[in-house]
């Protein structure tokens, strides 16, 4: 090839290379052009579909909202319901199930709540409950309402219990003075798998955290049925008048307080006023499973600007049992400010005690006639056998008061006996030649006031006659006239 037509081509070549290169460019802009049309038209097209599915929601909400409106204008007025506090402070709409006794038309002074569950080694509530009514007076009696919540987990175990108050302490559920009840175990909140605070076992917090709710159910049933409560567990014995005592306690004081304590030990002997009991109820059940009930107690307090806990002392009541109801735990706690008599009584006019039962160690037939904290304690109780106060000179009887059984020992009392008035004294015998039967006991107690004044004149003896036989021993531990 001649080098002319080698220039001509070699120019050729470049000439050709730069159009190609410039089609190419051209090409690579027109279809990312086309492609760059394309996203913007796919952008709008997706901009106005969401656009479009905001405004079907927001009218569909519209419609929806405007029916509702024409459903509550077509409601009945009475289904309205406006939120009030005074629900708030209410009683608690728990079921209850009344196992025995109804509530008395009209408010007690005191109710008296205790929580029970039946324990494996050892049971209390039936000399508890002895307690209460033994060591009360008539008079203070009608001013008091027991109730008694059983929170057995198996109704068998209730119907058993049930059974054995009905046959004790039918008087006083005729009375009107007694209550038993419980509620199912489905109205309450969770019980398994609760916190582990202050670590606990699984079983301990479950036990602690049903305590709380059915001390809270308690409480929430009391509220209306009298103008003070008072918490006992199923394990006490009682100071004798112990209710007089409570209101000897309140007059003259404050009614801001929120608890008053009548023992240092747990959950016994604290007072409320009723109309804080819904609102205890509610506490209670908010921190079931927080912590121990007696704790949630003193938060309570707390919480309603008491800082410090009211103590009235000597304690009026007495822990008795030794093994707890969870696993059946032996415990021997002792409130060592207790007293058995609450208020003051006078002691007999000067008199001698004679008795022909088997005393023991040295608790004599003359505790009783001296007075103070000592009593008589004979065994071998049996038909015929007796207890005699003879006077030194003839009294005038218009009220008696005689008590058997301690709190140590409650089931030491005198099951089946009755009171007699003596005249015409036998020194030689220690006796009176003429008697006239007074009345029987009745749950190891006697009271008779007024002492009709032909009957009470001119006593010259008291005679306890024991009227059958019994296993157990007997306490007598005062005579008051």
Same mark, same amino acid.
């Given at each position: 090839?001649?080098?002319?037509?080698? %220039?001509?081509?070699?120019?050729? !070549?470049?000439?050709?290379?730069?159009?190609?290169?410039?089609?190419? +460019?051209?090409?690579?802009?027109?279809?990312?052009?086309?492609?760059?049309?394309?996203?913007?038209? +796919?952008?709008?097209?997706?901009?106005?579909?969401?656009?479009?599915?905001?405004?079907?929601?927001?009218?569909?909400?519209?419609?929806?909202? $405007?029916?509702?409106?024409?459903?509550?204008?077509?409601?009945?007025?009475?289904?309205?319901?406006?939120?009030?506090?005074?629900?708030? %402070?209410? $009683?608690?709409?728990?079921?209850?199930?009344?196992?025995? =006794?109804?509530?008395?038309?009209?408010?007690?002074?005191?109710?008296?709540?205790?929580?029970?569950?039946?324990?494996?080694?050892?049971? *209390?509530?039936?000399?508890?409950?002895?307690?209460?009514?033994?060591? @009360?007076?008539?008079?203070?009696?009608?001013?008091?309402?027991?109730?008694?919540?059983? $929170?057995?987990?198996?109704?068998?175990?209730?119907?058993?219990?049930?059974?054995?108050?009905?046959? #004790?302490?039918?008087?006083?559920?005729?009375?009107?003075?007694?209550?038993?009840? +419980?509620?199912?175990?489905?109205?309450?909140?969770?019980?398994?798998?609760?916190?582990?605070?202050?670590?606990? @076992?699984?079983?301990?917090? !479950?036990?602690?955290?049903?305590?709380?709710?059915?001390?809270?159910?308690?409480?929430?049933?009391?509220?209306?049925?009298?103008?003070?409560?008072?918490?006992?567990?199923?394990?006490?014995?009682?100071?004798?008048?112990?209710?007089?005592?409570?209101?000897?306690?309140?007059?003259?004081?404050?009614?801001?307080?929120?608890?008053? %304590?009548?023992?240092?030990?747990?959950?016994?002997?604290?007072?409320?006023?009723?109309?804080?009991?819904?609102?205890?109820?509610?506490?209670?059940?908010?921190?079931?499973?927080?912590?121990?009930?007696?704790?949630?107690?003193?938060?309570?307090?707390?919480?309603? $600007?008491?800082?410090?806990?009211?103590?009235?002392?000597?304690?009026?009541?007495?822990?008795?049992?030794?093994?707890?109801?969870?696993?059946?735990?032996?415990?021997?706690?002792?409130?060592?400010?207790?007293?058995?008599?609450?208020?003051?009584?006078?002691?007999?006019?000067?008199?001698?005690?004679?008795?022909?039962?088997?005393?023991?160690?040295?608790?004599?037939?003359?505790?009783?006639?001296?007075? =103070? @904290? #000592?009593?008589?304690?004979?065994?071998?109780?049996?038909?015929?056998?007796?207890?005699?106060?003879?006077?030194?000179?003839?009294?005038?009887?218009?009220?008696?008061?005689?008590?058997?059984?301690?709190?140590?020992?409650? =089931?030491?009392?005198? *099951?089946?006996?009755?009171?007699?008035?003596?005249?015409?004294?036998?020194?030689?015998?220690?006796?009176?030649?003429?008697?006239?039967?007074?009345?029987?006991?009745?749950?190891?107690?006697?009271? #008779?006031?007024?002492?009709?004044?032909?009957?009470?004149?001119?006593?010259?003896?008291?005679?306890?006659?024991?009227?059958?036989?019994?296993?157990?021993?007997?306490?007598?531990? *005062?005579?008051?006239?």
């Amino acid at each position: 090839m001649k080098l002319g037509n080698i %220039t001509k081509y070699t120019c050729f !070549r470049r000439l050709s290379n730069v159009v190609t290169f410039f089609a190419v +460019c051209i090409t690579v802009l027109y279809i990312d052009r086309m492609y760059t049309d394309d996203r913007k038209d +796919c952008q709008k097209v997706f901009q106005v579909e969401e656009t479009l599915k905001k405004e079907i929601q927001v009218s569909s909400v519209q419609d929806e909202f $405007a029916q509702a409106k024409l459903n509550l204008k077509e409601l009945p007025k009475q289904q309205l319901h406006p939120f009030s506090v005074k629900e708030m %402070t209410d $009683a608690l709409p728990i079921p209850y199930e009344y196992l025995l =006794g109804t509530p008395p038309t009209k408010k007690r002074y005191l109710s008296i709540g205790i929580s029970s569950v039946k324990r494996k080694m050892q049971d *209390y509530l039936m000399g508890t409950i002895h307690s209460i009514f033994g060591l @009360s007076s008539a008079a203070e009696r009608e001013e008091m309402l027991l109730v008694i919540y059983l $929170a057995n987990t198996d109704p068998a175990v209730n119907k058993q219990a049930v059974n054995e108050i009905a046959g #004790l302490y039918r008087s006083h559920v005729d009375a009107g003075s007694l209550i038993v009840i +419980c509620s199912s175990m489905e109205a309450y909140p969770p019980l398994s798998g609760l916190k582990r605070n202050f670590q606990d @076992s699984e079983d301990r917090v !479950r036990y602690r955290s049903k305590q709380n709710v059915d001390f809270a159910f308690l409480v929430n049933f009391c509220a209306p049925l009298s103008e003070y409560y008072l918490m006992l567990e199923d394990d006490v014995v009682c100071a004798e008048n112990f209710l007089t005592a409570i209101k000897n306690s309140l007059v003259n004081r404050d009614s801001s307080w929120t608890t008053i %304590t009548y023992s240092k030990l747990g959950y016994i002997g604290k007072l409320y006023h009723a109309e804080d009991l819904p609102k205890l109820a509610r506490f209670l059940l908010m921190f079931y499973d927080e912590m121990p009930g007696d704790w949630l107690l003193e938060h309570f307090h707390q919480s309603k $600007a008491q800082p410090e806990i009211i103590r009235i002392k000597p304690s009026l009541f007495q822990h008795i049992g030794t093994f707890s109801s969870f696993e059946s735990i032996e415990k021997k706690s002792k409130d060592d400010e207790f007293s058995e008599l609450a208020i003051n009584s006078e002691s007999l006019p000067p008199a001698s005690c004679f008795t022909n039962l088997e005393v023991h160690e040295q608790y004599d037939p003359v505790n009783v006639c001296q007075g =103070g @904290s #000592l009593y008589f304690w004979g065994k071998s109780v049996e038909a015929g056998k007796s207890f005699t106060i003879l006077f030194k000179a003839s009294v005038d009887i218009k009220k008696i008061t005689i008590a058997t059984g301690a709190s140590e020992y409650p =089931g030491d009392i005198l *099951y089946s006996g009755y009171v007699q008035f003596g005249r015409m004294r036998d020194e030689v015998l220690n006796s009176c030649k003429m008697f006239n039967n007074v009345g029987p006991f009745q749950n190891g107690r006697f009271e #008779l006031s007024p002492v009709d004044g032909s009957l009470g004149a001119r006593v010259d003896c008291i005679r306890i006659q024991v009227t059958a036989p019994q296993k157990e021993w007997l306490i007598i531990k *005062y005579v008051r006239i």
